[in-house]
């Protein structure tokens, strides 16, 4: 009787790590500080993964951003095309501080196309509001570990 206790604590104690550490379909994300605000950063670092972006998705939570990284500096546009929930963007230079941000992006937006009024290296989306709500604006950082590279 006593094994099985010890079997079912170790399932237990193993089913609440893997739910701890893993969220989005079983993906662990890398974590960031934003305006105060902790986010699970979701990395969008080859072209295929810029062009569908957070398109077909029906919800973003509001602790989650997906951060576009791109090859170099550019004025780089955005659109809401196949994306189902309204987001703020924000544009970053090569250092993860805020350049441009475009906020309550509506989902009927579409086909209009956003883009920054100052070169940037990155972009961030995140759930509509979150610019607001934790008042973000020009020159705020993105503090991440490491920011990623390009893949291709």
């Excluded at 893997?18 to 662990?28: N, R, W």
């Excluded at 990395?43 to 939570?61: D, H, K, V």
């Excluded at 309204?86 to 883009?115: C, E, H």
């Amino acid at each position: 009787m006593g094994v099985l206790y010890a079997v079912i604590i170790v399932i237990i104690t193993v089913a609440v790590f893997i739910g701890y550490k893993t969220m989005f379909g079983g993906l662990a994300y890398p974590q960031a500080s934003f305006g105060g605000v902790s986010l699970n950063i979701e990395y969008a670092t080859t072209e295929a993964a810029r062009e569908r972006g957070l398109g077909g998705r029906e919800s973003i939570p509001s602790n989650y951003g997906m951060l576009f990284v791109f090859p170099k500096d550019g004025y780089y546009g955005f659109w809401m095309k196949d994306t189902l929930v309204p987001l703020d963007m924000f544009w970053l230079n090569d250092k993860g501080q805020v350049v441009y941000i475009a906020r309550d992006v509506a989902t009927s937006t579409y086909p209009n196309v956003f883009y920054p009024s100052a070169s940037a290296r990155y972009v961030l989306e995140t759930a509509a509001g979150f610019a607001q709500a934790h008042d973000i604006a020009t020159g705020t950082p993105l503090l991440l570990k490491n920011f990623p590279s390009v893949l291709q």
